[in-house]
Nanobody, 121 residues
Framework: QVQLVESGGGLVQPGGSLRLSCAAS????????MGWYPQAPGKERELVAT???????NYADSVKGRFTISRDNAKNTVYLQMNSLEPEDTAVYYC???????????????WGQGTQVTVSS
């Protein structure tokens, strides 16, 4: 099976930086689009950044200019570089991936376990 394992979260002061990683484990699959979805307490999970298999990126207005999403296809890993962090960025950050098994042509969507990001002074 495919699993998405996230890391890199932590506690930082406003204005600080973190880099989140999400690595897909397993074999016999390829990954197309990947994205990052924070979920704050009491709120719905929301999209902040996506990257296609070809490297095209999109960002929510709230993080544009501060966050950068990237990927290393050789490692099946997506990253989120988070700069100029604000208290409003505090959330559990989940990664998401569209997965295509080699055995068939169906698309599957996977979620990581989430990594906590806390921005506080």
């Amino acid at each position: 099976q495919v699993q998405l394992v996230e890391s890199g979260g932590g506690l930082v002061q406003p204005g600080g930086s973190l880099r989140l990683s999400c690595a897909a484990s397993g074999s016999g699959f390829s990954i197309n689009a990947m994205g990052w979805y924070p979920q704050a307490p009491g709120k719905e999970r929301e999209l902040v950044a996506t990257i296609t298999g070809g490297g095209t990126t999109n960002y929510a207005d709230s993080v544009k200019g501060r966050f950068t999403i990237s990927r290393d296809n050789a490692k099946n890993t997506v990253y989120l570089q988070m700069n100029s962090l604000e208290p409003e960025d505090t959330a559990v950050y989940y990664c998401n991936a569209d997965v295509y098994p080699m055995a068939d042509f169906r698309k599957y969507n996977y979620w990581g376990q989430g990594t906590q990001v806390t921005v506080s002074s």
